[in-house]
């Protein structure tokens, strides 16, 4: 009976350890949240008995290592080496483009645009956090507030082992995690009292539902949006032709509708993948408030990167790089 428990805690350890090596293959950021709440379990919030610190660390340092080891066998497995699947050799400047880039990107917290502002508050209450709590000796927290500091490039370990430098957005998801709970905890620290950090807390959430909001409306929704109305506009001013296909030449990021496009996903075209032309217009053609588009619901649709030097007789040329005099127009007519 007593061997019973401690089996079973070796069984569930090493499948979790299996799976999140597996999650790792198909989508690192997601993984790495593993490591945040491995962290976040150490924080000082009650006591914790030294074994089962010991069992978390070991669990840590495996799932630490399953990070570490897939870069690796990415390199390894890689026919054609790129920036992506080859080591980092100068580890002084990848730790500095590590400071400049990706932890100031992630400190803006739920900002996407990173920007001075945020992240000097962030800084600030760190500072003052440290002060505060060895003020008032709380050691246990100021260890807590240099692990979450330290734990910053661990969270982001795969993405400093390799010799890309390109802080996209998906990898910031475990490192802005773990800085926002590093940014709540060393606020607790400068505000002590429970009441006004609930309602700080409650401020702070309340800001970063408003800026999510916004920020989707103005990278997504919108921009998607009018690239969908444009390009149906065009449909429906050639319907009544005889058009036997559809040519979608494709934007270019400069040409985009969004008046700023962040890392690779925010403003950016949905045509500017060179799988999304023919699903764009099958969505574009079946809007049940166009019914004039629905005889274009079968014609065959081409796409292109530039424009083609001849066109088909009888083909619909939709030049979506224009994406960006048609962002300026609907902004120029938009109701003031």
């Known amino acids: 009976m007593t061997w019973k428990p401690l089996w079973k805690g070796i069984v569930c350890g090493l499948g979790a ?6 999650t790792f293959w198909m989508y690192q950021p997601c993984a790495m949240f593993y490591l945040v709440w491995l962290i976040l379990d150490q924080l ?10 010991i069992a978390t660390g070991i669990r840590g340092l495996l799932i630490f290592a399953a990070g570490a080891l897939l870069p690796y066998l990415s390199i390894v497995l890689q026919s054609a080496p790129n920036p992506r699947a080859s080591a980092v050799t100068n580890i002084g400047a990848k730790l500095q483009w590590f400071i400049q880039g990706p932890l100031h990107n992630a400190s803006a917290l739920f900002e996407l645009a990173p920007g001075t502002t ?10 003052l956090a ?13 260890l807590a507030v240099v692990g979450l500091l330290a734990a910053a490039p661990i969270v982001y370990l795969p993405n400093l082992m390799i010799a890309d430098n390109w802080a996209a957005y998906r990898s910031l998801f475990s490192l802005a995690a773990l800085l926002v709970v590093l940014t709540a905890f060393a606020l607790r620290g400068v ?11 409650v401020l702070v959430a309340a800001r970063a ?12 929704i919108g921009p998607q949006a009018l690239e969908l109305r444009l390009t149906q506009q065009i449909l429906a001013q050639n319907a009544a032709q005889n058009i036997n296909g559809i040519h979608v030449i494709q934007p270019h990021w400069t040409h985009c ?26 969505a574009a053609t079946r809007d049940a408030t166009l019914p004039q588009l629905h005889g274009m619901r079968d014609l065959p649709v081409t796409h292109s990167p530039d424009r083609p030097t ?5 083909e619909l040329k939709i030049d979506l790089q224009e994406l960006g005099d048609w962002r300026a127009a609907a902004e120029w007519f938009a109701p003031k």
């Open 17 to 22: 350890i299996a799976s999140l090596s597996a």
């Open 44 to 53: 000082p919030t009650r006591a914790v008995e030294p074994r089962r610190k």
């Open 118 to 127: 945020v992240s000097t508050i962030v800084v600030a209450i760190v500072i």
């Open 130 to 142: 440290i002060i505060c709590y060895g003020w008032r000796r709380e050691w246990r927290s100021v």
């Open 191 to 201: 505000v002590p009292r429970a009441g006004i950090l609930s309602v700080l807390m």
């Open 209 to 220: 539902a408003t800026v999510c909001s916004e920020q989707t409306r103005r990278g997504i």
């Open 257 to 282: 509708a969004a008046e700023r496009v962040l890392y690779d996903e925010f403003g950016v075209a949905t045509t500017l993948h060179p799988w999304s032309p023919p699903h764009f217009i099958w």
């Open 310 to 314: 001849k066109q088909r007789r009888g």
